[in-house]
């Protein structure tokens, strides 16, 4: 599930699958719209699997894979950032 706020459409809720894991990425075929970038990609327990960050299209009329980044790797550069300025 993808939860943003799409097009200025507060506490939205989209759906889909993830369809591949890279080293980097997670990719979804849930619906990723301008909004839902930055918010959380999770799974149907609510556990936070990413961040969702974009989408991959052929051109900007076409549905494409959304993507989200790991939600460890969110964490961890958040925690080197914090450390780094104490």
Do not use: C, W
Not at 6 to 20: F, Q
Not at 64 to 85: D, N, P, Q, T, W
């Amino acid at each position: 599930f993808a939860i943003g706020s799409p097009l200025g459409v507060s506490d939205s809720l989209t759906a889909g699958i993830v369809t591949k894991s890279s080293m980097d990425h997670l990719f979804t075929d849930t619906q990723i719209l301008p909004g839902n970038s930055g918010g959380p990609l999770i799974d149907a327990n609510g556990l936070v699997l990413g961040v969702n960050t974009a989408v991959l299209a052929q051109n900007s009329n076409a549905n494409g894979l959304g993507m989200a980044i790991y939600a460890a790797r969110v964490r961890s550069e958040f925690a080197r950032e914090l450390h780094g300025k104490l």
